[in-house]
């Protein structure tokens, strides 16, 4: 079973960074979709940021230039860098997968095609 445990959130000022991570468990390898979404208030949850297991990576127009997702395969860890971050950011958010591939950015950046999501982490980006 594939489980996932997201940290790394917290509130900062405009123009701030932070780092979240993401541990994933129960993977057998092989073929894979990582990724983070975010959700607001009120809000759908929509896609961040998604990689495969070859390193491929698409990102959402909104957060292009500003967010890198990354993995270290050693430490079964995910991780979005977000720089320059801004009050609309603000959201929870989330780290999802699937053991599939991720296609083009349109069908990964979907949430509709993720079977395993993580709790969630707060950010809070602050004028």
């Known amino acids: 079973q594939v489980k996932l445990m997201e940290s790394g959130g917290g509130s900062v000022q405009t123009e701030g960074s932070l780092r979240l991570s993401c541990v994933a468990s129960?993977?057998?390898?092989?073929?894979?979709?990582v990724g983070w979404f975010r959700q607001a208030p009120g809000k759908e949850r929509k896609g961040v940021a998604v990689i495969d297991g070859d390193g491929n990576t698409r990102y959402a127009d909104s957060v292009k230039g500003r967010f890198t997702i990354s993995k270290d395969d050693a430490k079964n860890t995910l991780y979005l860098q977000m720089n320059s971050l801004k009050p609309d950011d603000t959201a929870t958010y989330y780290c999802a997968a699937d053991i599939r591939a991720c296609g083009a950015s349109w069908y990964s950046l979907s949430r509709f095609n993720y079977n395993y999501w993580g709790q969630g982490t707060q950010v809070t980006v602050s004028s």
């Open positions: 129960g993977f057998t390898g092989g073929t894979y979709c």
